[in-house]
């Protein structure tokens, strides 16, 4: 029997779908017709150059110790005494221009967020995608997985990590922290991504371009990447864009407590931790400034990515 006009490759035009949707003009004009949206495109894309540029836009480099003072330990911001100094926000108890603190700072918790949701989404994709494609008992243990990982609180999982890595390399540890540090987070953070694309695979599975594929004779490994994939990937966008101020709050959490990134490459939560000693004898500006900076990328983050999920949701056009 022969099927008339059969495309030799179904779901061609309609693979991108998701991803091309993102990209097109329904997208633009709701993020141009949105303030809320453009403020927290500002305020990310400020950070995140101040961040990926530190040592070309900070006035110091905080961590150059031959350069460091002592006697300007502890000093106040500019406007606070009115002085006329090189130091806008103050400086920490080491001498540490905060400003300059804080572009470095940003950039570490910006590293370390980006690289733990890169990986938790490659995780999270390809075992929902394997799930919902192949179902039977491959979905099965998948999920079971998934229910066993959601039945702890990601920051006892992160110190669980971050222990078994002190404890198997207690002399290379501040070399390995980074990226026991995106492990730890990346392991609490890929079930999001595997119960979504699960259950956006259950769908697309069913439809009749991947019907028509499996007729013709396509592999299933390429329908699953080539076509069941990109049209999956819209709630991943935004599911990223969300978890990225998560994974950043998580890095500042454990950095707070001591087991994040060493004390010799402090992030904002490490800065949070150091100034925390200080606030309440008057130093204020030593916490303050970093708690509002991971409050900034935080906020702008999220904001963003409640927009994506409005815009990319077509019963809300």
């Not at 017709?33 to 950070?47: E, H």
């Not at 949701?117 to 075992?127: D, E, F, K, P």
């Not at 995106?182 to 694309?197: D, E, F, M, N």
């Not at 697309?204 to 396509?218: D, L």
């Amino acid at each position: 029997m022969s099927i008339p006009n059969l495309p030799s490759q179904p779901a061609v035009a309609s693979a991108p779908g998701a991803v091309a949707r993102f990209f097109s003009g329904d997208v633009w004009y709701s993020f141009r017709t949105s303030p809320m949206a453009i403020v927290a495109a500002v305020i990310a894309s400020l950070c995140v150059f101040s961040a990926v540029f530190a040592p070309w836009v900070s006035p110091h480099n905080p961590f150059d110790l031959a350069s460091l003072n002592l006697s300007d330990a502890r000093l106040p911001p500019v406007w606070q005494d009115g002085g006329d100094r090189r130091y806008l926000l103050g400086t920490d108890d080491q001498g540490r221009d905060i400003l300059s603190a804080l572009f470095y700072g940003a950039r570490i918790s910006l590293f370390v967020g980006l690289a733990s949701v890169v990986v938790s989404m490659l995780v999270g994709v390809g075992l929902g995608l394997l799930s919902g494609f192949v179902g039977g008992r491959v979905d099965a243990f998948i999920m079971r997985v998934c229910d066993v990982m959601l039945s702890f609180p990601s920051i006892l999982i992160a110190l669980l990590i971050d222990g078994v890595g002190r404890a198997m390399f207690p002399q290379a540890h501040d070399e390995l922290a980074f990226g026991v540090l995106i492990v730890a987070i990346s392991l609490s953070g890929w079930v999001q991504y595997a119960r979504t694309v699960r259950g956006s695979t259950l769908v697309e599975r069913n439809k009749e371009y991947v019907q028509a594929a499996r007729v013709i004779g396509v592999a299933p490994l390429r329908i699953m990447l080539g076509h069941v994939l990109p049209n999956v990937m819209g709630p991943v966008l935004v599911l990223a864009t969300i978890q990225v101020a998560a994974a950043i709050l998580t890095e500042a959490t454990l950095s707070f407590l001591g087991v994040g990134v060493p004390p010799t490459s402090p992030s904002l939560g490490t800065l949070i931790r150091i100034g925390n000693d200080f606030l309440f004898s008057g130093e204020w500006w030593i916490t303050i400034f970093p708690g509002v900076m991971l409050v900034l990328i935080a906020l702008s983050v999220n904001l963003l990515g409640d927009w994506l999920r409005d815009a990319l949701n077509p019963r809300l056009r």
